[in-house]
Structures are given as C-alpha cells and as structure tokens.
C-alpha cells in the first residue's frame, strides 16, 4: 500500500515551473502525485499546510562535511541531517579531508558513506590537483565517470596560472566546473580578516579584497583563453562582482555563488573577536555586503552555497589568529536569506529559492533536484513557516558543531518538513527518526 | 570606573583624568622608605604572561604589591600552557582560585577580550598582538603631563612601525581623547593605509615633522620586519626615520622624546639622543609603577564592601 502525504493550502513557489500560488500537493511514495486544489488523495495522511511555503529542496555546492578524517569536527551522518534540518535534499562535499579526494578510490567512499548514513543526496566534490597541493592535476576523467560533477581545491586556492589553465582546459570534455575558491596566498599570508579600517584597528593581520580579485580576473582570462567552465565560490568582494558581470556578458562560462554569511555580515562585526565569524575568505565591508545582495537579486551570482564549515568546540574557543576559519550554515542558511534579503524586499522568495535550489540543482546537472515540483517527479521538497521569528542558540543544531556565525541572531523562518525521495527526514520541525 | 581595560575606547576622557589623578597621589609612595599602602590587601591579581616582557610585569607586579595585593606571576613557560592547555582552561582555573584581577599579555590581538568570557573578575590588557597596550598610553600621558599644563592641542608625532605597534595605536587614541594633535610618521607600508580614520595625520617625512612637535615619540622597530621587506634594510629605515643628533636640533627646545623600550640604539634611536636631558625613557619607567597602582585601585579598590583601606590608611 502506497504512503500518501497532502500538503494542503501551502504556498508552493516552485522556479522551475514558475509557479507560485496556494495549491495541494500530494507524494505517493518517492514521488510528488498530483498538484492542484482539491487533488483526489483516498486515504493519505492529511498535512494543514495553511500558511507555509513548499519549494524544491534546497542545493548546495559547497560543504564541508569532514568524513573521512575530521570526524570530530562533523560527518556525513550528522552534516547530511543538518543539511535536512535547514531543508536541503543535495549538498556538494567537499574535497579537503583526510584522504583528499582526488581520487575515485575516496570519491566512491563518500559515496558509500552517504549511502550508509546520508539523509540527503551528497555530491563528492573532487580536488583539481593532488593533495591540493597546487601542482598536478588529479584523475578529473576518472572522478567526472563516478560522478563527480564539481573539481575544486577549496581551502586552497590554484596559484599556478598554468595549473589553472590546464584544469580549466582539460576538463572541458567532461562538462564539469572547475571552481575557485580565489585568493592570492602571497596578498594574504597571515591574514585573519579582512584587510581595512577594523583590521588597522583591531590589530589583525588583513587580506585586501585585492588578493581575491586579482584571482578572479586571472581565471576570467584563462575561461576566456580556454572556453572551459569556471565556477568563483563564495565570492565576498564587490571588486569581483563587476569583474564577473562584465565576463558573464561577454558570454564566458563563468558562474558564481556566495554564502549566507558573506550576505548577512561585515568585517565592522568583529569587533568583539568572534571567532565564529572568522571565515575564509574574510568577511568584507558593508559595501561589498550590499554589492553581493544586489549581485544575488540581479542573477550576477547564481547561488547561495552555505560553506559549511563545521569545528570542534575547542579549535573554536582560542585566540582568535589561533581558531580555524569557518562558520557552519547547513542549519541556517534559508532563515539568513529570508532574513537578510527576502525581508527587506531586496530578493523575492521565488528568486530566493531559485539561488539556494533551482540554478544550483541545474549548475549540478541534479535533474531529481530544484524542481518542478510535478506528478512523476522525485519528491525533493521542502515545506517552512517563512513568519516564524527564532533567535539561534549553541542548542539547536544538528550539525556536531556549534560554530555558527548566527548565534544570539534573531532569524526568520524554519523548516518544518523535508522530504528526500519521498521520505521524511525532517517531521514537524524534528530529524525524522 | 570601567571593570575591563582591554583598550583606550573603554574609557572616557573624565576615566583618564580621573587615573591620572589618582596616579599623582601615588607616585608618592615610591619615594617612601616603605613604600606601600594597604588599599588592595586580601586582593589577588594574577599576572598572565603569554609573551616575555620583564618590565611590564615587574611595573604591575610592584604596583599590586604596594597596593598590599596577593600577587602571581603566571609565566606560560613551564606552566600547564606549555603543557598545552588552553587559554579558556587557564581561564577557568584562575576563575576557581578567585582572581580578582587578570593582568594579561599576548601575543595573540584580542586574548584579552577572549579571557572576559570566562573571567568573572577584572582583565586590564597588558599589551595583546598587535592591537593595543592601554595601559603604556596611560602612563605617556602622565609624564607627558609633568611637563605640559594640558593636553589640548598637545602637538606629538609617533614615529616607526604604526602598523604593528599596540603602543602606537593605544596612545594615538589616548591623546586624540585628550585633545593632542597625533601625527603618525614612517613608510607607507608600516603605517595602515586607514590611520586617518583613527583621527591622526600621516606624514612619511620626519624632518617637515619635527619642527613643529612638543612630543617625538619613538617606536622600536623590529629586524623582523625587514626579512618581511616591508623596508628594504635597517639602514635605510635608519637614515629616513632614526632619531639622529641632527634632527634633535630640529626639535623646538621644550619637545620631548619618549620611547616605550626596549630600545634599538643606533636604529630608531642615536645612543647619545637617548640619553639626552629631554629624553624621558627612563620617568616613564617609573611612572608606570604609579599609573598601573591607580588604575588596580579604581577597578578594584575604588567601590564594594571591601574597601577598608584607602589611600591614606
């Protein structure tokens, strides 16, 4: 016998089919039934979904999910739940654990470790060059043929113009990205935020926004040399922005993403040595934080990806030059962006929700995912209260770690459900059981 | 009066008056032939040493010992942190053995801000990285004040490694409070590009600066920083911005020269400049011990049920 789930009078705001209204939507098993009003649904269990918003689970291109190798800090057990539980159904892992994965071998065990224990679908992202150390490309064809569909050296940024061009160059064939996280180590070395006013007065070692500029013009030039598919990942420098705009209308195959963190913060909120809001790259000024939300609204950057970046309480709780760079945001990313960009009116929902799913999904060649929302279709769904107020505390996570740049922040909204292929991974608020 | 001193923003022009006040009161003590006073007795003040720097620790170690207050010197060598404990642990046992005072160095900018969540006591910054050392601008202030009637429009230029001095930082904040005219001197690529915005000028030419100072202020400058080229060698760093005989003469005759130590003499300094009439290096040493007793008695002494003995028990 069939499970059936109605979701009735919810608010379906669907990019993919540009839908957006108050509908029925019924799942039968692993896939979305019918969408409609008054949907003949027999005997399914029955969910008032009066007021709640249901979208296509979100997607995210880059996270941390530390297995194998920093199990303490989180693994794809527990990053895949707080993945769930902030309503995502797909998330790229990346690639810097200990085995790197730059190989097929530590690719299929990832796979097999989502399999075993994953409560979404986890996308293994592999390294452009070996151990990330910068010099010679890994296997891209090898990893491309067992599915990865993401290179990047993050954590790391490519130094090698040469390198950089080969990758972009070579993995053409494969259709895969080759994405930066764009810093130059030489302009940066030391830092611990951002280069400018708070760094001279707080004392901290700063990274000019130059030192991610000057990658992201360089790889522009060599997408443009190669025509291969450059992806910048989480892009914090107004600077960069333009630089991508103007490359995108010249038709180079450049896309871009940045973080919730990146969008809701500025180097001015260091004040106090939050470690939790060290990241990396550092957050900018208020000016670059309002260049990357008009970048978002305007389709400049594609998506909203988490970097998700979880640690131990311990590495956390140091001097600040001593704690590692990196704020979760698995948990908190939809209510950041519904708070920062959605409420003040500078981004719709549905626009929202084609940055953290629709082009993210598409980006990733995830055709299960970021919609339509269609009879026939995987149901990968998420359902929240987009009114509900919450201030985030160390209590209510799911992730193994704590460090998030959001805590004592007031947010809005909350996921209330989440379906991957059909089953419930988030009830009523709750990590299904 | 403030319960942290982690930098100058902590604390208002009325604070620092009111410091430097109290700081008067006793120098005195220093000259007695028992030179200390009961105002902080049952107190405990920890010195927390995470950087070597022997004359920072011994001015707060005398000053809490002639506040009659339990001193302990807590060297990070040989120490549970050697052994790797962290900061937040150290902490949290200094917390259970009832400090009420934290004094704090670090090599670390904000450790003394970090220490604050888990210290239910007092945290007066004693230097932190390269972010500030309070505590060194407030007893500038006070030997600058022995010779100057007022700080209003007080005319000082601090010279070196702007970029990586907490003195410079501390002080530039303290005397921009107080009314000085703060004038910041040396490369460009030792002095932040937003020191403006802290209210200072910025000036790359020592000698247009000189004649016009009532305070010249000099900062170490670290041989480290030229293996980081920020200048290309301690020579030529010496020619531009060294305090020579020559550019003494081009000081008016009441201007000052003040270096926080430890000295480069020959680098940042000539060797007979440094021992000059005007050169005040060696009062602001004394006066430290002052400056850091009145600052212990305000944020310990200076309220609560304790306070049996004042200043002139």
């Known amino acids: 016998m069939?499970?059936?789930?109605?979701?009735?009078?919810?608010?379906?705001?669907?990019?993919?089919?540009?839908?957006?209204?108050?509908?029925?939507?019924?799942?039968?098993?692993?896939?979305?039934?019918?969408?409609?009003?008054?949907?003949?649904?027999?005997?399914?269990?029955?969910?008032?979904?009066?007021?709640?918003?249901?979208?296509?689970?979100?997607?995210d291109l880059h996270a941390h999910l530390r297995e194998p190798g920093f199990e303490h800090k989180e693994t794809i057990g527990t990053g895949t739940r707080a993945a769930a539980a902030g309503g995502y159904t797909a998330v790229c892992a990346m690639p810097n654990t200990d085995p790197v994965t730059d190989n097929a071998a530590v690719v299929a065990e990832v796979r097999a470790l989502a399999d075993k224990s994953g409560a979404c679908e986890v996308l293994p992202a592999g390294a452009i060059t070996k151990g990330l150390e910068g010099e010679s490309l890994t296997d891209i064809a090898e990893m491309a043929e067992a599915g990865v569909k993401l290179f990047t050296d993050d954590g790391r940024c490519v130094q090698s113009s040469r390198v950089m061009r080969l990758a972009l160059e070579y993995a053409k064939p494969f259709d895969v990205i080759v994405c930066q996280h764009a810093q130059d180590e030489a302009l940066s070395e030391g830092w611990q935020m951002h280069e400018g006013y708070y760094s001279a007065l707080l004392g901290l070692a700063g990274a000019p926004s130059a030192a991610e500029t000057i990658v992201v013009a360089r790889d522009l030039a060599l997408a443009r040399l190669t025509g291969g598919r450059?992806?910048?990942?989480?892009?914090?420098?107004?600077?960069?922005?333009?630089?991508?705009?103007?490359?995108?209308?010249?038709?180079?195959?450049?896309?871009?993403?940045?973080?919730?963190?990146?969008?809701?913060?500025?180097?001015?909120?260091?004040?106090?040595?939050?470690?939790?809001?060290?990241?990396?790259?550092?957050?900018?000024?208020?000016?670059d934080r309002a260049a990357l939300r008009s970048a978002l609204a305007a389709g400049t950057l594609d998506a909203v990806a988490t970097d998700h970046a979880p640690h131990a309480p311990e590495e956390k709780e140091q001097e600040f030059d001593q704690a590692p760079p990196g704020t979760t945001g698995l948990e908190t990313a939809l209510s950041a962006v519904l708070t920062s960009l959605v409420e003040p009116g500078l981004v719709s929902l549905a626009d929202a929700i084609d940055r953290m799913s629709t082009r993210p999904a598409r980006l990733l060649g995830l055709d299960d995912h970021g919609g339509p929302i269609a009879p026939g279709r995987a149901a990968n769904i998420v359902v929240f209260d987009p009114a509900v107020d919450r201030v985030i505390d160390e209590t209510c996570f799911v992730s193994m770690a704590r460090n998030s740049a959001f805590i004592g922040r007031r947010l809005r909204g909350r996921v209330l459900w989440t379906l991957f292929q059909g089953a419930f991974t988030v009830m009523e608020g709750e990590p299904a059981r | 009066m403030i319960k942290h001193l982690l930098s100058i923003g902590d604390l208002s022009r009325e604070d620092v008056e009111r410091i430097l006040d109290t700081a008067e009161s006793f120098r005195e003590v220093g000259t007695r032939v028992i030179k200390k006073v009961p105002a902080?007795?049952?107190?405990?003040?920890?010195?927390?040493?995470?950087?070597?720097?022997?004359?920072?620790?011994?001015?707060?170690?005398?000053?809490?010992?002639?506040?009659?207050?339990?001193?302990?010197?807590?060297s990070t060598s040989g120490s549970s942190v050697a052994k790797g404990e962290s900061l937040k642990d150290t902490a949290l046992t200094l917390q259970a053995m009832g400090a009420d005072a934290i004094v704090i160095r670090h090599s670390s900018s904000g450790a003394p801000v970090t220490l604050t969540r888990w210290i239910k006591g007092s945290v007066i910054n004693a230097g932190d990285g390269t972010h500030e050392h309070p505590t060194q601008a407030l007893l500038d202030l006070f030997t600058i004040r022995e010779h100057f009637p007022s700080f209003e429009?007080?005319?000082?230029?601090?010279?070196?490694?702007?970029?990586?001095?907490?003195?410079?930082?501390?002080?530039?904040?303290?005397?921009?409070?107080?009314?000085?005219?703060?004038?910041?001197?040396?490369?460009?690529t030792l002095i932040p590009p937003e020191a403006p915005g802290w209210g200072a000028e910025v000036s790359h030419d020592v000698d247009a600066v000189l004649p016009k100072l009532d305070v010249c202020y000099m900062l170490r400058v670290q041989r480290e920083r030229q293996r980081q080229q920020f200048f290309p060698s301690v020579r030529e760093y010496s020619r531009l911005f060294g305090l020579s005989r020559a550019r003494v003469d081009a000081l008016p005759d009441h201007a000052l020269i003040m270096h926080p130590g430890p000295m480069n003499r020959g680098v940042e300094i000539a060797s007979d400049v440094a021992d000059l009439p005007q050169s005040l290096i060696s009062d602001q040493v004394a006066n430290g011990i002052a400056v850091r007793m009145s600052l212990l008695y305000l944020m310990l002494g200076g309220s609560g049920p304790s306070e049996e003995g004042g200043l002139d028990a």
Not at chain 1, 262 to 284: M, S
Not at chain 2, 43 to 71: G, H, M
Not at chain 2, 155 to 184: N, Q
């Open chain 2, 40 to 74: 902080l007795r049952g107190r405990t003040v920890v010195n927390l040493f995470y950087e070597n720097s022997t004359r920072t620790r011994i001015s707060f170690e005398l000053a809490a010992k002639r506040l009659s207050a339990d001193v302990i010197n807590f």
């Open chain 2, 153 to 188: 429009g007080l005319r000082i230029a601090i010279i070196g490694d702007i970029r990586h001095s907490r003195v410079a930082r501390s002080l530039t904040f303290a005397v921009s409070k107080m009314g000085g005219d703060v004038t910041l001197v040396g490369p460009p």
């Open chain 1, 230 to 287: 450059l992806h910048v990942t989480h892009v914090s420098a107004e600077d960069s922005i333009d630089l991508i705009d103007r490359a995108k209308r010249e038709g180079v195959r450049v896309t871009a993403d940045a973080t919730p963190h990146h969008l809701t913060f500025a180097d001015e909120d260091l004040v106090h040595y939050d470690t939790n809001l060290k990241v990396n790259p550092p957050l900018r000024t208020p000016e």
């Open chain 1, 2 to 59: 069939p499970r059936r789930t109605l979701f009735r009078g919810v608010r379906l705001v669907d990019p993919a089919s540009g839908q957006d209204g108050v509908t029925d939507v019924l799942i039968e098993d692993e896939l979305v039934a019918s969408v409609g009003p008054g949907s003949s649904h027999g005997k399914a269990e029955v969910i008032d979904a009066d007021g709640l918003v249901m979208a296509p689970g979100l997607v």
